[in-house]
């Protein structure tokens, strides 16, 4: 939440989790909610085509696990 928080003001923040990660994701937003910070909640809305084009024309991956910052890094080698 704090990361978030403070890259808010230079960065659009997107949430992109799978269905199983929702629930997660929804604990953040809420808090993020408490705070007016605004995000774009995608979590569980994309299929992997989508994933890999919102990860190319993305400036900063932050993951809740590996498996999308190794999908990351395969897309762009620059993080």
């Known amino acids: 939440i704090n990361t978030a928080e403070n890259l808010s003001s ?8 799978g269905k199983s990660d929702i629930e997660k994701i929804k604990e ?7 705070k007016e910070i605004k995000y774009l909640n995608l979590a569980g809305k994309t299929n992997i085509k989508d994933l890999i084009y919102l990860m190319q024309n993305s400036e900063i991956v932050i993951g809740l696990d590996s498996a999308g910052i190794h999908l990351a890094s ?3 080698n620059d993080y």
Request: net charge negative; with cysteine.
């Open 10 to 17: 230079d960065y659009q923040i997107c949430f992109l989790a």
């Open 28 to 34: 953040i937003t809420d808090e993020l909610d408490k």
């Open 74 to 76: 395969a897309i762009k």
